[in-house]
C-alpha cells in the first residue's frame, strides 16, 4: 500500500526524469522543432513547478514562495524571448535560461 511520501518520490522521480528531458533536448538535438518543443515544455514544466512550490509552502516562508515564482518568470521570459528574437545566439541564450529555470524550480519545490 502507497502512503503520500512514496506517491510524493513517484512525483519528484517523474519531474526530474521530465525536467532533464525538457532541459538536455534542447541542446543535443540539432532539430529546431525538437529544440523549440523542448524549450517550450521545460517553461510549461517550471510554471507547474512554480504553482506547486506555492500551494505546498508555508506562507511565513515567502522568500522561497518568491523564488519559486522567480523561476517561473524565468521560464516564461525565456519562452518570450524564444519567440521575439529569431538568431542563434538568442535562441541559445533562450536555452540556458529555460534549463536553468528547470533545475532552480525543481530545487525551490522539492528541496527547500
Same mark, same amino acid.
Given at each position: 500500500? !502507497?502512503?503520500?511520501?512514496?506517491?510524493?518520490?513517484?512525483?519528484? +522521480?517523474?519531474?526530474?526524469?521530465?525536467? !532533464? +528531458?525538457? $532541459?538536455? *533536448?534542447?541542446? #543535443? /538535438?540539432?532539430?529546431?522543432? $525538437?529544440?523549440? $518543443?523542448?524549450? +517550450?515544455?521545460?517553461?510549461?514544466? /517550471?510554471? %507547474? *513547478?512554480?504553482?506547486?512550490?506555492?500551494? @505546498?509552502?508555508?506562507? @511565513?516562508?515567502?522568500?522561497? #514562495?518568491?523564488?519559486? &515564482? !522567480?523561476? =517561473?518568470?524565468? =521560464? #516564461? $521570459?525565456? %519562452?518570450?524571448?524564444? &519567440?521575439?528574437?529569431?538568431?542563434?545566439? /538568442?535562441?541559445?541564450? =533562450?536555452? #540556458?535560461?529555460?534549463?536553468? @529555470? %528547470?533545475?532552480?524550480?525543481?530545487?525551490? /519545490?522539492?528541496?527547500?
Amino acid at each position: 500500500m !502507497l502512503n503520500s511520501l512514496d506517491l510524493l518520490i513517484y512525483l519528484f +522521480i517523474g519531474f526530474a526524469a521530465v525536467g !532533464l +528531458i525538457g $532541459a538536455v *533536448l534542447p541542446f #543535443i /538535438t540539432k532539430n529546431k522543432i $525538437a529544440q523549440r $518543443a523542448g524549450l +517550450i515544455g521545460s517553461a510549461l514544466l /517550471t510554471t %507547474v *513547478l512554480g504553482f506547486a512550490n506555492l500551494e @505546498s509552502t508555508p506562507l @511565513s516562508y515567502g522568500s522561497d #514562495i518568491f523564488a519559486g &515564482f !522567480l523561476f =517561473a518568470v524565468l =521560464a #516564461i $521570459a525565456a %519562452v518570450v524571448l524564444q &519567440f521575439v528574437k529569431k538568431d542563434d545566439k /538568442t535562441f541559445k541564450i =533562450a536555452r #540556458i535560461l529555460s534549463a536553468v @529555470s %528547470v533545475l532552480g524550480g525543481m530545487y525551490c /519545490t522539492f528541496m527547500i
